[in-house]
């Protein structure tokens, strides 16, 4: 979507007030769990304020969502909610998220706003410090300094606010300065040791979105001057590094394969993710400066390392570890060594980790690693097997495929589109199944292969029932016009579920297939014995006697309207309807 509007800072903020005092805590939380399964979507936005959207329910329902954003009592959604609901949390937060803002900006904005009064209440109510103390902003004495311990420093590390005396630098200081020089030539898993002094001053025991922020804000403030490609490397490290802080402790790979993630925790751990899944998108001109490839298999060997004993339900270092290797490494290889390297790496962990070893990552980056070698049938094997550990996100399969699809591989991806089809049923969505019938179309489009159309029913086909619209439509667009119409009259769906201009190419090119679909429905509503079952099956009789006049067959609707009245002559209120529509006189 292209927005038009955007949000400067000051309606940013008293867009996150409104909302804090409009949507209570808990309808907020809910609003975002929607929103990460991705069922909110927008549809229009015809000035900043007024919104339009949707979200999915269950049964294919969609929740219609209006909203004012300058007026939220003004907003409304079509559930069964009478005030502020869920849905409309949904849908802000996908608003949010397309210009840009910070989707948990909102999501944590009633405990954001609680930490502030307490911040504030601490500073007016806290005591005085004893007189030993020293005062706040002076620096350690040298006896101080000389008992200072490297891997203990305690160092306040921070934009100095406006107005205030400039610190002196401590021995401490000066030799974060003095290691931080060395970066350039220091391998990676230094680097980390050295954002580890970095943020030594900030807590850990709450891994929150205040901890991410003030430990980047300690390891940015540290960074010395460095070439494009140190520099990209060096700011994706460091949200690495405080991923690793914020995930690490809660699991005990050798002992769980599951571990719970407080929703604080999860929202830091996801802004992370999304910088970092911003970083890595960014053009990388490692071809500009190739002495640094070393530093990117060690970025390649860190990552893996993570990966290959995250928890089932972490996924962060494995879709890190993808990222790098699809935006930065694949596109600028110009041999097959790294490939075959990391590779080796790949079947060497099995027998290293053993049972801590997480299987699905370790198979998914097999899988791309053959697939970048164009070596088909060992990818797919192991896509197949990852399938059968643990259910794999669609978004992941299509990523395979839209890579052939730019590439213009087009019998590669017909292979493609074959072997993945039957695996994308574990957790089919629409929006996927739309995704993956569009790339058959281009299938179709540009290969000269026979079979191609054949193989986009029969995988339609075996989606069914979650391809059932996306099935109609394409059927429809093909001009599959008895086949449209065999599905119909084998699930029993009803005509007048259908708008008339849906049903108005087959009037116009196959008439006669509309006959029994129109007869069956109005024998089912005679049966409902009701009036409005009655004046259902004279609108649908009034269409079909334009179908027979379309067919120049007016002596058959004759026959067959004079039979149906005296056939049902004892229900009045038919007759009733019948005479109202003018179909007997």
């Not at 409304?76 to 949904?90: D, E, G, I, R």
């Not at 290889?333 to 980790?353: G, I, S, T, V, W």
Request: charged fraction near 25%; glycine fraction near 2%.
């Amino acid at each position: 979507m292209n927005l038009k509007y955007m949000l400067d800072e000051t309606e940013w903020q008293m867009l996150i007030q409104r909302i804090r005092e409009n949507f209570n805590d808990i309808t907020i939380k809910r609003g975002f769990e929607q929103y990460k399964q991705e069922l909110a979507h927008l549809m229009k936005i015809s000035n900043p304020e007024h919104i339009e959207g949707f979200v999915e329910g269950k049964d294919e329902e969609r929740y219609q969502v209006t909203l004012n954003l300058d007026t939220l009592s003004e907003s409304h959604c079509t559930c069964s909610v009478p005030s502020y609901c869920k849905h409309m949390v949904a849908v802000l937060l996908a608003y949010v998220n397309q210009y840009g803002r910070s989707v948990h900006a909102i999501v944590n904005s009633h405990s954001a706003a609680t930490l502030t009064q307490q911040d504030r209440s601490t500073h007016l109510t806290s005591p005085a410090k004893k007189s030993n103390q020293q005062p706040s902003g002076a620096g350690p004495t040298t006896e101080q300094n000389a008992e200072l311990d490297v891997e203990e420093l305690d160092i306040e590390i921070g934009v100095e606010p406006k107005n205030s005396v400039r610190k002196i630098n401590t021995p401490a200081q000066l030799q974060l300065q003095e290691l931080a020089n060395k970066l350039p030539s220091m391998p990676i898993q230094d680097w980390h040791a050295f954002f580890k002094l970095c943020t030594s001053s900030v807590g850990t025991d709450s891994p929150n979105v205040q901890y991410a922020q003030e430990a980047l804000a300690s390891i940015h403030n540290q960074q010395p001057e460095l070439s494009p490609v140190l520099d990209q490397l060096y700011k994706l490290h460091a949200q690495v590094f405080v991923l690793d802080k914020l995930v690490r402790p809660l699991q005990n790979s050798k002992m769980h394969r599951n571990v719970f993630m407080g929703f604080h925790t999860q929202v830091a751990a996801d802004d992370v993710q999304k910088e970092i899944t911003r970083i890595l998108t960014e053009p990388f001109r490692i071809g500009d400066e190739p002495e640094h490839w070393s530093r990117v298999s060690e970025t390649s060997d860190y990552l893996r390392s993570r990966m290959l004993v995250e928890s089932n339900n972490l996924r962060y270092f494995s879709a890190t570890y993808d990222l790098l290797w699809l935006h930065w490494i694949h596109p600028n290889l110009k041999d097959q060594l790294m490939y075959e390297e990391e590779l080796e790496q790949l079947r060497l962990a099995e027998n290293e980790l053993k049972t801590s070893l997480a299987k699905l990552p370790w198979l998914l980056a097999q899988s791309q690693i053959h697939f970048f070698l164009d070596q088909d049938e060992p990818a797919l094997d192991m896509l197949r097997q990852a399938n059968d550990k643990g259910v794999i996100p669609p978004k992941r399969f299509l990523l395979f495929l839209q890579i052939l699809s730019e590439k213009e591989q087009w019998s590669r991806l017909q292979n493609w589109l074959l072997a993945i089809g039957p695996m994308m049923l574990s957790r089919p969505r629409e929006q996927h199944i739309q995704a993956y019938v569009n790339l058959w179309e281009q299938v179709i489009q540009h290969s000269s292969s026979p079979d191609s159309k054949q193989h986009l029913w029969n995988s339609l086909i075996s989606m069914l029932p979650y391809s059932r619209r996306i099935y109609e439509e394409t059927l429809l667009a093909h001009s599959k016009w008895q086949q449209w119409m065999d599905f119909q009259l084998s699930s029993g769906t009803e005509p007048l579920d259908f708008r008339v201009t849906v049903l108005k190419p087959i009037e116009k090119n196959a008439p006669e297939l509309l006959l029994p679909f129109y007869h069956q429905a109005v024998e089912r509503y005679i049966l409902l014995k009701n009036r409005d079952g009655y004046k259902a099956a004279v609108k649908l009789l009034k269409r079909l006697s334009k179908l027979y006049l379309k067919m120049k067959q007016e002596s058959r609707w004759e026959e067959f309207i004079t039979a149906f009245a005296n056939r049902h002559s004892r229900l009045r209120a038919l007759q009733e309807e019948l005479r109202k529509g003018k179909l007997i006189p």
